[in-house]
């Protein structure tokens, strides 16, 4: 059987501004998204006030006028290093590591009782404490026989007081855990799949393990019965130490003004257009579609993609296409909220055909692009800005 655990930095970006400044321990303070638009990770204190995710700032401003709130722009480069750094002590206790994201990882324990001759509570506990004393952060652990019970572990772990940030489920109390928990708690059933399930009258993952997979794979698929049997003890998502390729990198943001300036949006269509492909050469791919959205003060989202004439992830040859379908989508008449580039058709390097005809100039600027890496790496993401900005700026 195997065991699986589950491993959930607490509200991760207050907890890191927290590490770098103790001050702010203990009272209500809020990350703030790009360009500080809203809300994405808050402290025990803010949530006891109120503020929810994805708030935005000016509305919790005006809401909360009178609480002593700390509201902080986001610092994504100081999350990735600590969390390169809590990923890296996770992989000292077992290879078996799965970065689910920034801030939360499954392991594969199994077997790991007998090499460490401790119980699996005392290693899931260890592994907090060591976290904790080392790196400076909170986490929560759930473990578990498969991923979908060791996510509603660690849930049960953050929520529970008496837990200590660590919950285990075990097959023997499955049935009551099953019983005793809302099919919305479940990970993997949002919304829409939950207001299937109360359709047919089911609201406890208890009623979900009694139907039949021929019921469920006709309700919902393969999915539904794959979660029958997660949520039964038996393990169908493994550990994936080695993570599977995006299928698709984009980047976005809002601007911090709605704006109609051409250049303006130009530029920072490039940025991301810069940031996607430092991302590519960074996980060895190469993209063969690539899309420019554009997102108006109403909401509207416009949105165009090309087809390239081979995969790449040169910025200077992607930026003459990107500049096409902008002149065809933007109006001046517009007022535009944000701005994101799209690269799809992602195929590894080293897999991807080389161009028969590639000419000098395109030799020239892969050796640009490849520089301009090293000089970020050295000074910064930020220590080189695209041509067009300072021109207009002049």
């Given at each position: 059987?195997?065991?699986?655990?589950?491993?959930?930095?607490?509200?991760?970006?207050?907890?890191?501004?927290?590490?770098?400044?103790?001050?702010?321990?203990?009272?209500?303070?809020?990350?703030?998204?790009?360009?500080?638009?809203?809300?994405?990770?808050?402290?025990?204190?803010?949530?006891?006030?109120?503020?929810?995710?994805?708030?935005?700032?000016?509305?919790?401003?005006?809401?909360?006028?009178?609480?002593?709130?700390?509201?902080?722009?986001?610092?994504?480069?100081?999350?990735?290093?600590?969390?390169?750094?809590?990923?890296?002590?996770l992989s000292s206790f077992t290879p078996?590591?799965?970065?689910?994201?920034?801030?939360?990882?499954?392991?594969?324990?199994?077997?790991?009782?007998?090499?460490?001759?401790?119980?699996?509570?005392?290693?899931?506990?260890?592994?907090?404490?060591?976290?904790?004393?080392?790196?400076?952060?909170?986490?929560?652990?759930?473990?578990?026989?498969?991923?979908?019970?060791?996510?509603?572990?660690?849930?049960?772990?953050?929520?529970?007081?008496?837990?200590?940030?660590?919950?285990?489920?075990?097959?023997?109390?499955?049935?009551?855990?099953?019983?005793?928990?809302?099919?919305?708690?479940?990970?993997?059933?949002?919304?829409?799949?939950?207001?299937?399930?109360?359709?047919?009258?089911?609201y406890k993952a208890s009623e979900i393990?009694?139907?039949?997979?021929?019921?469920?794979?006709?309700?919902?698929?393969?999915?539904?019965?794959?979660?029958?049997?997660?949520?039964?003890?038996?393990?169908?998502?493994?550990?994936?130490?080695?993570?599977?390729?995006?299928?698709?990198?984009?980047?976005?943001?809002?601007?911090?003004?709605?704006?109609?300036?051409?250049?303006?949006?130009?530029?920072?269509?490039?940025?991301?257009?810069?940031?996607?492909?430092?991302?590519?050469?960074?996980?060895?791919?190469?993209?063969?579609?690539?899309?420019?959205?554009?997102?108006?003060?109403?909401?509207?989202?416009?949105?165009?993609?090309?087809?390239?004439?081979?995969?790449?992830?040169?910025?200077?040859?992607?930026?003459?296409?990107?500049?096409?379908?902008?002149?065809?989508?933007?109006?001046?008449?517009?007022?535009?909220?944000?701005?994101?580039?799209?690269?799809?058709?992602?195929?590894?390097?080293?897999?991807?055909?080389?161009?028969?005809?590639?000419?000098?100039?395109?030799?020239?600027?892969?050796?640009?692009?490849?520089?301009?890496?090293?000089?970020?790496?050295?000074?910064g993401t930020k220590s080189l800005q695209?041509?067009?900005?300072?021109?207009?700026?002049?």
């Open positions: 059987m195997a065991e699986i655990a589950l491993v959930d930095c607490n509200n991760f970006f207050v907890s890191c501004e927290q590490l770098m400044n103790p001050d702010l321990l203990g009272k209500p303070v809020c990350v703030l998204s790009n360009n500080d638009g809203c809300v994405v990770a808050r402290s025990n204190e803010a949530k006891k006030l109120g503020i929810t995710m994805g708030m935005p700032l000016f509305m919790a401003k005006k809401q909360f006028r009178n609480a002593p709130v700390i509201y902080l722009s986001g610092r994504h480069e100081l999350y990735r290093d600590i969390s390169k750094r809590i990923m890296k002590k078996a590591v799965e970065v689910y994201s920034i801030d939360e990882a499954f392991l594969d324990l199994s077997g790991l009782k007998k090499l460490y001759r401790m119980s699996f509570k005392e290693i899931i506990l260890k592994i907090k404490n060591d976290i904790k004393e080392e790196i400076g952060i909170p986490v929560s652990i759930g473990l578990a026989p498969t991923k979908t019970l060791a996510k509603l572990a660690c849930e049960k772990a953050k929520k529970l007081p008496y837990t200590n940030g660590i919950y285990r489920i075990r097959l023997r109390n499955l049935e009551e855990e099953m019983y005793n928990t809302p099919i919305e708690d479940i990970w993997g059933v949002g919304k829409n799949t939950a207001a299937l399930f109360h359709k047919y009258g089911i393990v009694k139907q039949s997979d021929f019921w469920l794979d006709k309700i919902w698929g393969k999915k539904g019965v794959e979660l029958k049997q997660e949520l039964e003890g038996i393990s169908v998502y493994p550990v994936v130490d080695k993570p599977a390729l995006p299928k698709s990198i984009q980047r976005t943001s809002s601007f911090p003004q709605f704006s109609t300036d051409k250049h303006y949006i130009k530029t920072q269509l490039h940025t991301h257009l810069h940031d996607t492909c430092r991302k590519l050469r960074k996980e060895k791919l190469k993209s063969e579609i690539i899309g420019v959205m554009l997102k108006t003060k109403d909401f509207l989202v416009l949105s165009e993609s090309i087809v390239l004439p081979q995969p790449t992830d040169n910025e200077m040859i992607i930026m003459e296409y990107i500049d096409k379908l902008f002149e065809r989508m933007y109006k001046p008449e517009i007022i535009y909220r944000s701005s994101g580039i799209y690269a799809g058709k992602l195929s590894p390097a080293e897999t991807t055909q080389l161009f028969l005809f590639q000419n000098e100039k395109d030799k020239k600027t892969e050796k640009l692009t490849k520089l301009w890496d090293k000089i970020e790496k050295k000074y695209i041509g067009t900005y300072f021109i207009h700026n002049e």
